[in-house]
């Protein structure tokens, strides 16, 4: 069977399921508003080894959407599993079944509070026996502030430009002919003739950490080593590092960043580390960081040093990086929504970015493995 090809016996296999969805005319709408550039779309996938990798996925998903001020999000998941799984019940291999997994894809959506999304699922020849997950979502480009309900200290205030970070390569910001009166009022503008690294350090910008890293690999680490855990860790303790692993909202900490004017960073593979770095690369800057700092839950931390494993090269989904010029406002807006928070340290001129631990100190590298990959709990 070739791959991506669905005999007549799978055939009824293919899920496509749609809530609160108006058919053909809402397809017709959505391809006006695209034409008129209203509707904002963005997409990712991810090889599903554990299925606690899906919803870190589908916050990542959501939070680049919300950078992009977007409404109501619709969104379109594919799934690619192996033709090894049965319809239902369960594979030979314990792997799981199509009906079992569409039905946990669409509690994590109705988790997250959404109520427009489809499932397609198609079988493919392959030889690994879990799925890969395709996720888009789109949403309308908000014409104000953020959505009622989602300002800081319940106020309106005036909308930013979006500012998502998704991957660096995508170019630097524009130069602006903003005052340093404008800079100094809390966006990271960069001033006409200057280098980004010389007017983002002019302008004294922070970097924010909101919400602890290596959520999305605790959880996994957790899933994948549970038996190996329990022999030093209890087990109700384990759960519950687990569950609260999961219960991240990103989108609020990133309308919340984008609020204030953020340029917003959403770490995934590598870790916070390798975000830092990348955020760097797209300012062409150094910065100043302190390493104790960053937000790790306990769990994370035990869990990490029985594995052996560094939790700051480690998927990061959960927690949002947000580079800003008024650093203690938006830490106020995060302890107001009861959302951890915690400033890292600034940008500086030149390339060094220095992390800080005490009196010792060392240097940021260029992303090379995760540590879920090095160390054999994921394949990819």
Do not use: H
């Not at 959403?266 to 910065?287: N, R, Y």
């Amino acid at each position: 069977m070739k791959a991506g090809k669905l005999p007549g016996a799978a055939e009824k296999r293919s899920v496509l399921k749609y809530t609160n969805a108006d058919g053909v005319e809402t397809a017709r709408t959505a391809g006006r508003q695209l034409a008129e550039g209203r509707l904002v779309t963005v997409c990712d996938e991810l090889a599903i080894e554990y299925f606690c990798q899906a919803g870190a996925l589908l916050d990542r998903v959501l939070g680049l959407l919300a950078a992009e001020d977007a409404g109501v999000p619709a969104l379109n998941a594919v799934v690619l599993v192996p033709e090894s799984w049965p319809e239902s019940g369960c594979s030979p291999d314990g792997a799981g079944s199509v009906k079992d997994f569409v039905r946990r894809l669409a509690a994590v959506f109705q988790s997250r509070g959404l109520e427009r999304y489809a499932v397609n699922v198609r079988v493919q020849a392959v030889q690994r026996s879990y799925p890969r997950l395709m996720l888009s979502a789109g949403g309308l480009a908000a014409a104000s502030g953020l959505p009622a309900g989602e300002c800081a200290a319940g106020k309106e205030q005036p909308a930013a430009a979006p500012r998502a970070l998704e991957e660096c390569a995508a170019g630097r910001p524009e130069a602006t002919g903003s005052s340093p009166e404008e800079s100094a009022a809390g966006e990271c503008k960069f001033a006409a003739g200057s280098s980004p690294g010389e007017a983002a350090a002019g302008a004294g910008c922070s970097i924010v950490m909101a919400g602890p890293a290596a959520l999305e690999a605790t959880q996994v680490m957790i899933e994948a080593r549970r038996e190996q855990l329990e022999r030093r860790l209890a087990a109700q303790y384990l759960a519950e590092g687990f569950c609260e692993a999961g219960r991240t909202d990103v989108r609020r900490a990133v309308r919340l960043a984008r609020n204030r004017g953020a340029v917003v960073k959403l770490p995934g593979e590598g870790g916070v580390f390798t975000a830092l770095w990348e955020l760097g690369e797209f300012f062409s800057c150094g910065m100043r960081l302190e390493l104790r700092q960053i937000l790790l839950r306990q769990e994370t931390i035990e869990v990490c040093e029985l594995l052996d494993l560094n939790p700051y090269l480690m998927f990061s989904g959960g927690c949002v990086l947000a580079v800003t010029g008024r650093p203690e406002e938006l830490l106020s807006d995060y302890r107001e929504n009861g959302i951890p928070a915690a400033l890292l340290g600034v940008l500086t001129p030149g390339s060094d970015r220095v992390l800080v631990n005490g009196e010792e100190q060392r240097f940021l590298e260029p992303f090379r493995e995760d540590e879920l990959y090095r160390a054999g709990i994921l394949k990819g």
